[in-house]
């Protein structure tokens, strides 16, 4: 019979010791990753109530649903990312065409936005920018010293 005791003490003469070091090193890395795409999550969040905190979904009400289904859909975008970083590195891509989309809506939807409106939505969208750059990179300089 086998002896599977527990058995305090070093795993070094573990025959799958250096697998697991590699395993857990890049695990580590990408963990930064999905730090910065939690950032987008929570972006996408605040796009979603953003026509309810900046209190312009009254008077732009088109806005205030397009920015509603653009965090929304960003937030999805943000949470796949942060849960297989190393499988979704394209949709990083599309988080930067969202975040591009929330600096360009209020004109483009509502053609004479207010300032709350157009401020808030600049801001949102450039955090999302450079968060999806960043991640991006992150994940391109990764891919670059695993080959």
Known sequence: MADVSHRPGDISGHPDVSEMRERYAAML????????????ILGGIYAAISGWTVHFSGALPTL??????????????????????????????VALLMGAWLIVAPWVVARHPGTGAALSNIITGAVVCLCALVAGGMLMSRNRRAT
């Open 29 to 40: 890395e990408t963990r930064g990753v999905a730090a910065v795409e939690e950032l987008i």
């Open 64 to 93: 205030a649903l397009t920015n509603l289904i653009v965090g929304i859909a960003l937030a999805v975008v943000g949470l796949c990312l942060s849960i297989a970083p190393e499988r979704s590195q394209d949709l990083n891509f």
